[in-house]
């Protein structure tokens, strides 16, 4: 299930495209998961990297315009580079994007094969450099994300993990608002610009390949 903003992509070149526009302009009567399968079958295939020379995965992220051309840093593109081993008891990750628009606060989307989460919201310095180093136990949502709530996952067993980075339309503060306090989920704190703008920044150009090594929670193999 897609999260807040639902999928990617972005405006013209050089700016993010808005997917509140797309939606605008489909019929209402689509469902959410035809959606993603429409947007994400229209962007290129992803390569599938293999480790580097020190063991760990590289994948890359960049700014996209509205056709999935990529916005190059010389035009003012952002750009980001994840690095993370490919196999572990936990899922350590480092992030590091730079030429983001500063004063907004963005989320990082990890999707675990097909499941999206919103596992944290940050700011870049003034300069638009952000740097995210963390260490997860399992796969969860971290920040609020309304009713688009996925329950948590574990790491063991192989898995395709995408990145992508978006602006974090969700209040300021408290929790999203319109979700009942018993649904999962509901308690998540929003971190957000409280401007309702879910546009990516940037979009994966590779799928990297994590195995986790715990067992799974039933025993299993």
Do not use: W
Request: glycine letters at 10%.
């Amino acid at each position: 299930m897609a999260n807040d903003s639902e999928t990617p992509p972005e405006r013209g070149a050089g700016a993010p495209f808005s997917f509140s526009t797309l939606l605008r302009a489909l019929l209402p009567a689509l469902a959410a998961t035809g959606i993603v399968v429409f947007v994400f079958g229209r962007s290129p295939s992803p390569r599938r990297p293999r480790p580097r020379a020190d063991g760990k995965m590289s994948v890359t992220l960049s700014q996209k315009d509205s056709a999935f051309r990529l916005v190059p840093p010389a035009r003012g593109g952002a750009s980001g580079e994840v690095l993370f081993e490919p196999s572990g008891s936990t899922f350590h990750f480092e992030l590091r994007a730079s030429a983001l628009p500063p004063n907004h606060r963005y989320v990082l989307e990890i999707q675990a094969d097909s499941t999206i989460y919103s596992v944290t919201t940050r700011a870049p310095d003034a300069q638009g450099a952000l740097v995210i180093d963390t260490t997860l136990a399992q796969f969860a949502e971290g920040v609020c994300v309304g009713t688009n709530f996925d329950p948590p996952r574990t790491l063991a067993g192989p898995h395709a993990i995408t990145f992508r980075l978006k602006r974090d339309g969700s209040p300021t503060s408290g929790t999203m608002p319109g979700v009942p306090p018993s649904a999962p989920g509901a308690q998540l704190a929003c971190h957000g610009n409280g401007d309702g703008n879910y546009d990516y920044a940037l979009l994966e150009n590779e799928v990297g390949d994590f195995t986790g090594t715990v067992p799974p929670p039933d025993g299993g193999p």
